[in-house]
């Protein structure tokens, strides 16, 4: 590649050599990508090709046996993510993230399920709760600042008519949307999705494309992606990382990644025949 | 008519003291999903820490009844939120990606740890304290019968009260509280969102043993003797009160500790005193076999 491409030329997030084994098996395998702010970053690959083990180590589940996550500030501070506990990795490094099974906390509301992502302004606020119970001024202001963030976001994904109602009430498609306001409640620098499209139906992920770019263009973040739906990647993704067997195959641009040869055998197979000509 | 009056201010004042004791297991069950059964323990070593930290105060001449015990209560309750606190960071923390039945098991070992230190530092004698709040106010006089309300049983009673409307505001409202109830639904997720689970789950456990430190010095005062074995008696009582409410429903245990001090004590007074814990734990097993998750508690709903 002879021009820079925009993800190299000053990236959010720096993966390193990452490589990850089970025992025999090595679900990530020397993988190094670059993810910039304000794009969209897709993974994509076959199924069990390691991608969600990506976002696992990502956010703290596992430990890689090699290899840096390194996710860089605005104010200069670099963040090892591979060093970090699951809790610092959001409140620290601000890295938010989604499911492929929706884990909404389904017994609260709506509202409070956005209040909860921003539990750590409150909970400084809140002078330990001893404040909150008292209603001190200056809890009582972050709680509206709060709700506010929250609202924005509601009225973003179009929730905002649903707010005090049970998270788990919601239908499906609106819980998907629930979740990344969620995400985005806790202010990240990185937002991970996790097939945010499975399950819905064409209406409700054109929704999503409309959501994830709205988010691209309002919000100085980069989105890195898992999705199997073809037509949302290639629709919304400025960059696509593709992973099979835990090795990076191909990473480009999505005109990229259509043209590439080896992107096609690994989704459709070698044509045999032609090989052996070969 | 009188005597039943009687009877049921004397279950409510016992029901409020389980109560208390059982928010305590309720929560701790709510939020990771064992049971703490040193918990009645603690409640014993805070009515203790009350005891000495009493006599000390009258020795070193602080006689003023409603200072002494002020200070009384915030030192017993910070020094037995730092037992509780301590409990959960030995016993049951570093067994928390063990298997379910590994913490129960160290709960009871810490009980017994509990229970023995108390005997061999405190004696196993019973330890008395004369009556510190006295007075009381009838209420009602019949043929000789009068029906009294103490003021110990006023304090005891709005006591609870007021921390059991702090509590639930807690709970609802505020950030920690709502934080809470986020680790008891998910806690993968509640620290992907940035909580610090660990955190959130000893604050549970210092907010438990905060109550029940409350509870000591009302026992301690309201009952005059305390020894080292009030906190397996009470602490079985009301982790009884807290199984029957519904475990994990906060309005549920002080519920169940109601109901609990009311049967003890009406059967105390009508039938035979010695079957009041047969009462009691009957109760128990019958609401079980028809409401298996309790009188408040959320049956659960397993997916398919």
């Known amino acids: ?278 | 008519m009188e005597y039943f009056a009687q009877q049921m201010i004397n279950g409510v004042t016992l029901g409020s003291v389980y109560g208390l004791i059982a928010i305590g297991y309720t929560m701790v069950y709510g939020i990771i999903g064992m049971i703490n059964f040193a918990h009645g323990d603690i409640f014993m070593v805070s009515a203790f820490v009350s005891l000495i930290v009493f006599i000390a105060l009258l020795s070193i001449g602080i006689t003023w009844i409603p200072l002494a015990l002020l200070i009384v209560l915030i030192v017993s309750m910070a020094v037995t939120s730092v037992y509780g606190w301590t409990v959960e960071r030995l016993a049951y923390r570093p067994l928390r990606a063990s298997f379910r039945l590994a913490p129960l098991i160290t709960a009871i070992g810490m009980s017994i740890v509990l229970q023995n230190y108390v005997q061999i530092v405190q004696g196993a004698r019973v330890k008395p304290l004369p009556p510190v709040i006295t007075g009381s106010y009838t209420l009602m006089e019949k043929d000789g019968f009068t029906v009294q309300i103490s003021n110990m049983q006023i304090a005891i009673i709005v006591t609870t009260f007021i921390l059991m409307i702090a509590f639930s505001a807690l709970i609802s409202k505020t950030s920690l509280g709502r934080c809470q109830r986020a680790c008891e639904q998910d806690r993968t997720m509640a620290a992907l969102l940035g909580i610090n689970v660990d955190r959130t789950i000893s604050l549970t456990f210092i907010m438990g043993a905060g109550l029940a430190s409350v509870a000591g010095l009302m026992y301690l005062l309201y009952y005059g003797v305390i020894d080292f074995y009030i906190g397996f008696v009470v602490g079985i009582k009301a982790f009884t009160a807290a199984v029957l409410g519904g475990i994990g429903s906060l309005p549920g245990a002080m519920l169940g500790g109601l109901i609990i001090g009311l049967v003890e004590t009406f059967w105390s007074a009508y039938f035979a005193i010695g079957y009041k814990d047969v009462a009691a734990f009957s109760i128990l097993i019958i609401v079980l076999i028809f409401l298996p998750s309790g009188l408040l508690g959320k049956p659960e709903v397993e997916k398919i």
């Not at chain 1, 020397?30 to 991608?51: H, M, V, W, Y």
């Not at chain 1, 500030?73 to 959001?90: S, T």
Request: contains cysteine; negative net charge; aromatic residues 6%.
């Open chain 1, 1 to 278: 590649m002879s021009d820079q491409l925009s993800w190299q030329i000053d990236p959010v997030l720096d993966v390193q050599n990452l490589t990850l084994a089970f025992g025999g098996l090595v679900a990530i395998d020397d993988l190094c990508f670059q993810s910039a702010r304000r794009e969209i970053t897709a993974i994509i690959g076959p199924n069990g090709a390691g991608k969600t083990t990506v976002f696992n180590c990502l956010t703290g589940f596992y430990k890689p046996d090699r290899g840096v996550i390194a996710l860089r500030h605005d104010d200069g501070n670099q963040y090892h993510l591979e060093r970090m506990a699951e809790f610092r990795i959001n409140n620290r490094a601000s890295v938010a993230r989604t499911f492929q099974n929706i884990r909404l906390f389904t017994g609260m509301s709506v509202l409070e399920n956005l209040l909860v992502a921003q539990h750590q302004k409150l909970m400084k606020a809140s002078g330990m709760t001893i404040g909150a119970l008292l209603g001190l001024g200056g809890y009582r202001s972050r709680e509206k600042q709060a709700i506010e963030l929250a609202m924005h976001w509601l009225e973003t994904t179009d929730l905002h008519y649903r707010a005090d109602d049970l998270a788990g009430d919601l239908p499906y498609g609106d819980q998907r949307r629930l979740e990344i306001a969620r995400a985005m409640c806790t202010q990240p620098l990185l937002l991970c999705l996790d097939e945010p499209a499975a399950g819905l139906n064409p209406k409700e992920s054109n929704m999503l494309s409309q959501l994830l770019l709205n988010i691209k263009s309002q919000e100085k973040i980069a989105i890195l992606l898992i999705e199997h739906d073809m037509s949302v990647v290639m629709e919304i993704s400025d960059h696509i990382v593709v992973i099979d067997y835990g090795r990076k195959i191909s990473d480009g641009t999505p005109m990229q990644i259509r043209n590439d040869p080896k992107v096609i055998a690994a989704y459709l197979g070698v044509d045999e025949t032609r090989e052996a000509v070969k």
